[in-house]
């Protein structure tokens, strides 16, 4: 695979950064709101979720790291994730819902893989598309 290396360290550091920020998550839900001088969550609990959830997603990538040859299927979901989340959270910011402040959360969630989960999609593609190939004569 093309950028090998650099592509396990992009997802290794991606992993630690997701396990960390989901910890956070959970262990002070209501620093977002504090940062944004936003009412507190009345049910801190949906933010904690949300942590799980970032969490979860750096095991995801630990396993991209891993085998990166592998791992196109993790890394384009990740990347969507990384797309929509910052659209939703542009939604509720165009709405007055949410003050502009709360692009924080986009920053190092989302902002700064967008080029390099790119790049390894890429680069992986073309090993994913020959897994879709028809089998030979024999299987």
Known sequence: MKRRLPHQAVFLLAAV?????????????????????????????????????????????????????????????GLLGKVLGPMGLGVLIHRGEWPPATLVLCLTNDFVWWVPFSLYLWDAWPSYRRTFAAPGPRG
């Open 17 to 77: 950064y997701n396990v960390l920020w989901g910890l956070y998550a959970a262990v002070d839900p209501q620093w977002l709101f504090r940062f944004a001088g936003m009412p507190a969550l009345n049910q801190p609990a949906i933010f904690a979720c949300l942590g799980m959830v970032v969490g979860v997603y750096g095991l995801l990538y630990a396993e991209v790291a891993r085998r990166p040859e592998h791992g196109f299927a993790l890394a384009a979901v």
